[in-house]
Every structure is written in structure tokens, then in C-alpha cells.
């Protein structure tokens, strides 16, 4: 079985400019959550989709947006870039909402780099 | 508030050693998951181990062991004759509400 998937991997942009970020969960895997990685903050929850709705987000600002489609991709948009948005955003799936069990499996992340 | 504290950020072996990795946690459920996850330098967190709250047993696989305390709020995890490849960082996480909290995660080295 593929695990999940993320592209790029790895990616540089400029401030103010906007980014797409995309991700395959495991086939069968309803669930896709995001979450940024960064030294500072640690590992920190995005969002979640489940069945193509947002079932949860957390404490980012607007500019951080996501969906997935009905084949259970995921993408997640951030515009108008910072230099603190440099990070590793990682993408995990699982066969339920994670709100249940939360055993996720990630992928390999894709490294963020704002100039 | 949830809460998930990993002490050492940095704990360096020589191969052959034990290494304890301690992480204690907050939380105001009664029903909850904690988890361990390793993360190589790829960047993929690989999923260790999941442990209910209502299941205090210990887990050894392998090499890996681990110990949950509910009256200390503690999930700590032991690595047996370490080796190279379990050069990572380990994070510790605490499902709320609908995310996973993660530790800080700690970073062990494992030299030749």
C-alpha cells in the first residue's frame, strides 16, 4: 500500500507571493490533517478534512486554506506569504476522523522556504 | 489545557546503550491517547505507539519499550542496546479534542 504522499517537497518562494501545497493519503483513508512544523512553535494543528469538509481548524490566520476533493486529496493554499511561514508542512492521513483515535500517518512533509 | 512536556530536548548514546525518553502530559479528559512518533531525518513522523488511557499495561516490542503511569501522567520510552538507525527525533503526543499535541520531541543520537 502507498503511504501519503506530498508535493512538492520541497519549494522556494518570496514574501507576498502565495503557495499550493498537495497531498495523497493512503488509499482507502478518508481523513487528511495538516500540520506546520516549525522550531520555534514545534508541531502545530491546521486543519482537518474528512469526506471533503473542514471538520476542524486551528489557530492560524486566514491566509492559511485548505480543501479535499472527492478522492481524498487534500491541498492546502497559503497566500500572501511571510518569512515566518518558512516551515515543514506535513500531511497525514487516517481511515476515521483522527478526532476518534488520532493515528495518523504523515508524509514526508514539504519544506516551505519564504524569502 | 492539553499539555505534553518532553524535558530533554537532546540526549546523545554511543551504540549498545539504553536511552529513556521521559514525556509527561496535562489533560482534563478522562478518555485519551498518547502516542510516540519517530521522525528520521526524511521528516515523515513514523507512528511507535498508541496507548488508551483506560490501559496502563506496559508494551515492549522489540527493542522499544514503554512505560505509561497514570498517577504521574507519564508515557516514557525506552530504547534497549540503541543503534545507529534509531538516530531521530522522538515526539510524544496527546490526542485533544480533534489534533494531536505534540512534545517538543527530543532528539537522540546514537554514535558508532
Known amino acids: 500500500k502507498a503511504g501519503v504522499t506530498q508535493t512538492p517537497r520541497y519549494l522556494i518562494k518570496t514574501r507576498g507571493q502565495q503557495v499550493t501545497l498537495s497531498c495523497s493519503p493512503i488509499?482507502?483513508?478518508?481523513?487528511v490533517s495538516w500540520y506546520q512544523q516549525t522550531p520555534g512553535q514545534g508541531l502545530q494543528f491546521l486543519f482537518e478534512?474528512?469526506?471533503?469538509?473542514?471538520?476542524n481548524k486551528g489557530n492560524f490566520p486566514g491566509r492559511f486554506s485548505g480543501r479535499q476533493f472527492s478522492n481524498s486529496r487534500s491541498e492546502m493554499n497559503v497566500s500572501t506569504l511571510e518569512l515566518g511561514d518558512s516551515a515543514l508542512y506535513l500531511c497525514?492521513?487516517?481511515?476515521?476522523?483522527?478526532?476518534?483515535?488520532?493515528?495518523?500517518?504523515f508524509g514526508e512533509g514539504s519544506r516551505l522556504t519564504v524569502l | 489545557a492539553q499539555k505534553v512536556t518532553q524535558a530533554q530536548t537532546e540526549i546523545s548514546v554511543v551504540e549498545k546503550e539504553d536511552v529513556t525518553l521521559d514525556c509527561v502530559y496535562e489533560t482534563r479528559d478522562t478518555t485519551y491517547y498518547l502516542f510516540w512518533y519517530k521522525q528520521p531525518p526524511s521528516g515523515e513522523l513514523v507512528f511507535l505507539i498508541r496507548r488508551n488511557s483506560f490501559d496502563e499495561q506496559n508494551e515492549i516490542s522489540g527493542r522499544y519499550s514503554w512505560n505509561f503511569q497514570k498517577s504521574t501522567s507519564s508515557f516514557n520510552f525506552t530504547i534497549t542496546a540503541s543503534q545507529v538507525v534509531d538516530s531521530a527525533v522522538y515526539f510524544c503526543a496527546l490526542t485533544n479534542d480533534y489534533k494531536l499535541s505534540f512534545g517538543a520531541g527530543t532528539t537522540v543520537t546514537v554514535r558508532a
Open positions: 497525514a492521513s487516517s481511515e476515521t476522523s483522527a478526532a476518534n483515535t488520532g493515528e495518523l500517518f
Open positions: 478534512y474528512f469526506s471533503e469538509t473542514q471538520r
Open positions: 488509499s482507502g483513508h478518508r481523513s
